[in-house]
């Protein structure tokens, strides 16, 4: 096997296996972030459920969303509040079926003088995860943080990949870390 006629397979294989996300936020610059002292997660997102994409978007996967929202609120010192929270905190997954088509040609090295070309498709999932943090006094979102990338991972590892998820999302929240809330 020509090198020529396995390097798209290698490059599009190479981006299944990838668990890099691409990283987006926004945030509203008149809100004071360190004036929140409490937060509550969106208790209806854990229960909606894609069920095309049974894999990918369960209610056990929403719930470490939720586990690992509820950590890096936490590490910027919000405490949980069911009662009266500063701050609303909600998310959404996105699920999307995407393809990929790709040539492999075997033969010589000038593609004008291959003898045999195929073309395969490659099916894969896309999905988008969605935080949104929201001041509950003015019912207006002040953060919002999404993670982009193609879904390939295991059961075993989706636990895991969630926490760096939603890790890397909150990387880009305006309070790194609060370890003394203001009175």
């Given at each position: 096997m020509t090198l020529l006629r396995i390097l798209p397979v290698i490059g599009f294989m190479a981006l299944l296996s990838c668990n890099t996300a691409t990283i987006e936020s926004e945030y509203d610059?008149?809100?004071?972030?360190?004036s929140y002292q409490t937060y509550t997660v969106c208790m209806d997102d854990l229960d909606t459920?894609?069920?095309?994409?049974?894999?990918?978007?369960?209610?056990?996967?929403r719930e470490?969303?939720?586990?690992a929202i509820?950590?890096?609120m936490d590490e910027r010192g919000y405490a949980w509040s069911e009662a009266s929270p500063d701050l609303h905190v909600?998310?959404?997954?996105?699920?999307?079926?995407?393809?990929?088509?790709?040539?492999?040609?075997?033969?010589?090295?000038?593609k004008e003088y291959w003898p045999e070309c195929t073309l395969n498709t490659y099916h894969y999932v896309e999905g988008t995860l969605v935080i949104s943090v929201s001041d509950l006094?003015?019912?207006?979102?002040?953060?919002?943080?999404?993670?982009?990338?193609?879904?390939?991972t295991p059961d075993a590892k989706m636990k895991k990949l969630i926490d760096k998820t939603v890790q890397q999302i909150f990387?880009?929240?305006?309070?790194?870390?609060?370890?003394?809330?203001?009175?």
């Open positions: 610059p008149q809100a004071d972030f360190s459920v894609d069920g095309e994409h049974p894999l990918y978007d369960s209610p056990e996967n470490y969303v939720s586990n509820a950590m890096a909600g998310f959404q997954i996105m699920l999307e079926d995407r393809e990929v088509t790709v040539t492999q040609c075997s033969g010589y090295a000038n006094a003015t019912n207006q979102v002040i953060w919002q943080g999404s993670a982009n990338g193609i879904l390939n990387e880009q929240y305006p309070i790194q870390d609060r370890t003394v809330l203001a009175p």
